[in-house]
């Protein structure tokens, strides 16, 4: 018996980035583009892949963009949506980190992780329901790109948080959204998340439990912020 069968649950909500596929990785890099060269440029502290973990990773994207801000201590005007990419506001930062993130993926691809796409059959198999909850606005995109789009009739992303007025991670509303659309209780959700945020939010939302998947933020942190288990590869628990 496995800890996932011990629970039984009905559904399984899926993070995108960083759980099903590497895209993480290219988030990582873009903002690591972003703000590498915007921090040098106002002439404070430089940023370290710790900002990523700690004021970035798995929030939607201009909520990283204003929290890296305030974590040196700058101000910006929010700007809006439709600012461009050169736009010295926060949502034009967001913009350009977005951009570097779609050239990027347009010009390298994506595959998902082989371990999570087999973690997915063995649930599927087993009847459980599946969604993904990403705070990325290039969800389907991704999804799309990694031949994942035909497994998920229940995507709650970015846009639909927006549309929803959603709160992002770390409060559990997304989760709990994708919990209603599938009609399945939030007591018999699992919740799989690689990034700190998103695991907070797991935690918050009266789950059955939190998958925490280390790809790189470390084991510690994850248990610390509310998972109930942490695995190299989603099919430690299931489908290896």
Not at 27 to 35: G, N, P
Not at 111 to 117: G, I, L, Q, R
Request: hydrophobic letters at 40%; a negative charge.
């Amino acid at each position: 018996m496995t800890w996932l069968d011990d629970l039984d649950p009905a559904a399984i909500l899926f993070d995108l980035d960083g759980v099903l596929t590497p895209t993480a990785e290219v988030h990582r890099r873009a903002w690591s583009e972003l703000f590498t060269d915007y921090l040098d440029r106002r002439g404070v502290a430089p940023y370290t892949e710790a900002d990523y973990y700690d004021h970035i990773d798995g929030k939607p994207r201009y909520d990283g963009v204003r929290h890296m801000l305030d974590a040196r201590g700058i101000e910006l005007p929010e700007g809006d949506p439709s600012d461009a990419p050169d736009a010295e506001t926060v949502c034009g930062l967001g913009n350009r980190k977005d951009a570097t993130f779609n050239t990027i993926l347009e010009t390298e691809g994506i595959e998902p992780y082989p371990a999570s796409v087999r973690f997915l059959d063995h649930v599927m198999g087993r009847g459980m329901a599946v969604a993904v909850v990403s705070s990325s606005k290039n969800a389907t995109k991704v999804l799309a790109a990694a031949g994942l789009s035909d497994r998920f009739e229940v995507v709650v992303d970015g846009l639909v948080a927006v549309s929803a007025e959603l709160p992002g991670k770390p409060a559990p509303d997304m989760f709990l959204h994708g919990a209603r659309l599938l009609g399945v209780p939030a007591e018999k959700c699992i919740v799989v998340e690689d990034a700190l945020s998103g695991v907070r939010a797991g935690a918050a939302g009266g789950f059955a439990g939190v998958v925490g998947v280390d790809r790189g933020t470390g084991e510690e942190r994850l248990r610390d912020a509310g998972a109930d288990v942490v695995v190299a590869e989603l099919d430690e628990i299931g489908g290896a």
